[in-house]
């Protein structure tokens, strides 16, 4: 996969894509990157960027000129050019499903904006997909670039070491992941849970995908309505809500659901 990022602060991405797996990525050729100051494509003496707003208001905003350039610049040098992402607040809201979308791109180009954000006729004319990464605010479009990087890069073909590890993870199945344990088998009276020695795999199994259960419905109940559980999850899930009733604790999904 190649990745170009048009951003006002290209030494931002140095420290953060040159090491751990993004570095691994790019050092053995399964991920190449390019990074482009927008302020090179400004056509004043002064590399500004941003203006004020037409009809008045507080802040300044991104000028449509030098993303335009700099955008057809990188067509012209590209043989294929892939979807062009806008990070914005307006933007459709990063999920693993998404992650999973983009992660079968050849070639991303990311738009970092700044100030109020950018002329509109950019969005309007450029841009395929405007992508958000939560409803806070940020100083600059560079910080999600990277998380979208990031999750999107480990899904590509021989960036992790086990494929298994990326399909294990958290919201790859739409459900947050079971708990790990490591040596030792005992530290500061807290043991490791029995069912993980025995060696019995379909045990290891079930208890894990029961903690994987567990854990969404006490913390992320709100993806239970959406994953695509099997019977047994199901059944599990109903034995689960069956002992957090008898313990009093607060009402589960499925009631919240059957109410609607």
């Not at 290209?10 to 927008?38: H, K, Q, Y």
């Not at 950019?122 to 479009?141: K, M, N, P, Q």
């Not at 005992?186 to 795999?201: A, C, D, I, Q, S």
Request: net charge negative.
């Amino acid at each position: 996969m190649h990745i170009d990022i048009l951003t006002l602060f290209p030494e931002m991405f140095a420290g953060p894509f040159d090491i751990s797996m993004l570095g691994r990525a790019r050092d053995t050729g399964l991920l190449s990157m390019d990074f482009i100051n927008i302020r090179d494509f400004s056509q004043n003496k002064h590399h500004t960027v941003d203006d004020t707003p037409y009809g008045g208001g507080a802040g300044m905003v991104m000028a449509a000129e030098p993303i335009f350039e700099a955008v057809e610049r990188l067509k012209s040098l590209r043989s294929e050019t892939g979807r062009l992402i806008y990070l914005s607040p307006a933007g459709r809201k990063l999920n693993q499903q998404i992650v999973r979308e983009l992660s079968e791109e050849k070639h991303l180009m990311l738009i970092c904006g700044h100030y109020e954000g950018v002329d509109q006729r950019v969005r309007d004319a450029l841009v395929d997909d405007e992508i958000s990464i939560g409803d806070y605010v940020l100083t600059g479009g560079e910080l999600p670039a990277m998380v979208l990087v990031d999750a999107v890069v480990r899904l590509i073909p021989g960036v992790l070491g086990e494929t298994a590890s990326a399909e294990e993870e958290s919201f790859s199945d739409g459900l947050l992941e079971y708990p790990h344990y490591t040596r030792p088998r005992e530290y500061v009276g807290m043991p490791v849970p029995e069912v993980l020695l025995n060696g019995h795999h379909e045990q290891i199994r079930l208890w894990r995908r029961r903690q994987s259960l567990l854990r969404t419905l006490q913390s992320r109940p709100d993806l239970l309505a959406d994953a695509d559980l099997t019977e047994e999850d199901k059944y599990i899930l109903k034995g689960i809500v069956v002992e957090l009733e008898k313990l009093g604790l607060p009402e589960s999904i499925e009631k919240k659901k059957r109410r609607k």
